[in-house]
């Protein structure tokens, strides 16, 4: 999982996946369940079930389930950003 954040996150553009296709494809070859953040627990899951998250609303779910994710998302590339940062220093 670190490698392919890395990846999505390199400087250079010809370092970073081609499409969001290739990054989607990655994230499925990891191996081994994967949590997935919800508001009422974690369940394990792999990472089309992750994706499939943002493709379908849940009935009479929350709407702000997907803000919440994705602000959790973002607060956790920043914090690899800050890691790769700091020990660039």
Known sequence: MERIVLKALAKKPEDRFADAKEFRQALAA????TKVPT???????QPEAVLSL??????GGRPKTALVIGAVCFAVALLVVFLVAMHRA
């Open 54 to 59: 943002f493709a379908q609303p849940e009935p």
């Open 39 to 45: 508001l009422k627990q974690a369940p394990e899951a």
């Open 30 to 33: 990891l191996k081994g369940p």
